[in-house]
């Protein structure tokens, strides 16, 4: 899971182009390791959630990053002074205020625009903040940005942030092409700072994605729960079970739903999809990275690595990068 909120079902509220949910779906499901798109986790339910998975004494993702961003972003800003602020898979936006913060200490916060696929709570977040910062432009850009990145006109310098290791979501291709289109969205003078997870002593890793009271087990189904409302499914939730496990050799934790029958379960308009019991669905990966790993995302994608810091503890780390003279 990266880092990026009443557990109602609600309808989903993000704009979801069925054509390509009914293609991501059937193709992730005649797959031999059947797989769903992480994306799909996030309706309102889903974002809720996570925001409470944030909070679990276990996931010591947010509480690292956020110590991170309170020590280095004041001279980080103070020294680069962006006009705009741009966050990929923006959420509730709890740490962006630290960002935000000190942007208007240095004089120069003018523009923010939270990226998320999520249209209400993102619109939500950007009604809380417009309280907060009246004198900041907000501009909310719903939409994938694993796609084609739209965003509004620019005040520059622009500082893009991508936290919570939600890059780790993505796999080594995916990934550079995530930096890559948003590569394609700067100017010189323009900075990229990234959040990522460290690899680390793997009990810690693992107690993250298998919390005691459950919520990431709840995150995980909630996956289904999407399908059966948006495509009419007939997903048994009580016939799946959470399971996450660290990979030491790709370095990265892996999610599944693991059926505990053999069953047939029918998504209309793809058909019916047969289970063994013991045979998984994966729904996420996440990556973990040392200095080296992020130094080649950020090569591959024409960014150089200006800045790498680490808390005292090495769980997190911070990279700033901006645009290489030649991009690939």
């Not at 798109?37 to 998975?53: A, Q």
């Not at 110590?67 to 800003?77: D, F, N």
């Not at 850009?141 to 290791?165: H, I, K, M, Y």
């Not at 029958?261 to 308009?269: I, M």
Request: proline share 4%; aromatic share 8%; hydrophobic share 40%.
């Amino acid at each position: 899971m990266p880092d990026s909120a009443n557990l109602v079902d609600r309808a989903i509220t993000t704009r979801i182009d069925r054509t390509e949910l009914l293609r991501d779906v059937a193709r992730g499901l005649r797959m031999q390791q059947k797989e769903l798109d992480p994306k799909y986790f996030y309706d309102d339910r889903g974002s809720e959630l996570f925001e409470l998975i944030t909070e679990l004494p276990e996931y010591y993702l947010t509480r690292a990053e956020r110590a991170l961003l309170v020590t280095e972003i004041p001279e980080m800003v103070g020294r680069m002074r962006p006009r705009s602020l741009v966050e990929l898979g923006a959420g509730s936006a709890t740490k962006t205020r630290i960002i935000l913060d000190a942007m208007q200490r240095a004089g120069s916060g003018e523009q923010y625009v939270p990226v998320d696929v999520s249209r209400d709570f993102l619109e939500e977040t950007a009604r809380r903040l417009r309280e907060i910062y009246p004198q900041l432009e907000i501009t909310t850009a719903v939409g994938d940005f694993t796609g084609q990145l739209r965003l509004p006109w620019l005040e520059r310098p622009t500082l893009f942030v991508f936290l919570g290791s939600t890059i780790g979501n993505f796999e080594s291709e995916s990934a550079v092409r995530i930096l890559r289109r948003t590569a394609a969205q700067m100017c010189p003078g323009d900075r990229f700072l990234l959040g990522a997870d460290l690899r680390k002593d793997e009990r810690l890793i693992t107690a993250a994605y298998n919390d005691s009271e459950g919520v990431t087990a709840e995150f995980n189904l909630n996956i289904l729960r999407v399908l059966n409302r948006e495509l009419g499914a007939n997903f048994n939730l009580c016939a799946f079970r959470h399971r996450a496990f660290y990979d030491r050799e790709l370095h990265r934790v892996e999610m599944h739903l693991d059926s505990d029958r053999d069953q047939t379960v029918l998504v209309p308009e793809i058909g019916n999809v047969h289970f063994r019991e013991g045979e998984s669905i994966r729904t996420e990966l996440s990556c973990k990275y040392d200095r080296p790993a992020v130094e080649s995302l950020f090569k591959s994608a024409g960014i150089r690595l200006e800045q790498w810091t680490t808390g005292d503890d090495e769980l997190f780390a911070l990279a700033l990068g901006g645009l290489a003279r030649t991009v690939p």
